[in-house]
């Protein structure tokens, strides 16, 4: 069964720091890149970062851009979003997605028309809150 479970979310003051771990299981991760996206209450969705599937190709969100740091581990099967200095207008549901079908994904695609309709594997999303 495909599968993808994120985790490491919480409450952090602003300013703070959090590092989430997206763990996929009945596939192999080596062929697919892998995005993070949030969205807010009353927001819409959010593409946050991207990582190539052999992690030579990352993109972020200018938003989050010097914040976070996305990262991938194959032999784990673990793709990681640090995300320091966070601000109260980090807060929302964080999602990791999986897609394969363009080695362009998170590069000239990142964020563009459709992108989230690039992706085959959605996990259920951590709560991140950031709040004093």
């Known amino acids: 069964q495909l599968q993808l479970v994120e985790s490491g979310g919480g409450l952090v003051q602003p300013g703070g720091s959090l590092r989430l771990s997206c763990v996929v299981s009945g596939f192999t991760l080596d062929y697919y890149a892998i995005g993070w996206f949030r969205q807010a209450p009353g927001k819409e969705r959010e593409g946050v970062s991207c990582?190539?599937?052999?992690?030579?190709?990352?993109n972020y969100a200018d938003s989050v851009k010097g914040r976070f740091t996305i990262s991938r581990d194959n032999a784990k099967n673990t793709v990681y979003l640090q995300m320091n200095s966070l601000k109260p207008e980090d807060t929302a549901i964080y999602y990791c997605?999986?897609?394969?079908?363009?080695?362009?994904?998170?590069?000239?695609?990142?964020?563009?028309?459709?992108?989230?309709?690039?992706?085959?594997?959605w996990g259920q999303g951590t709560q991140v809150t950031v709040s004093s």
């Open positions: 997605a999986a897609g394969s079908r363009s080695r362009l994904l998170c590069i000239t695609i990142f964020n563009g028309p459709r992108y989230p309709d690039e992706y085959d594997y």
């Open positions: 990582i190539s599937s052999a992690g030579g190709s990352t």
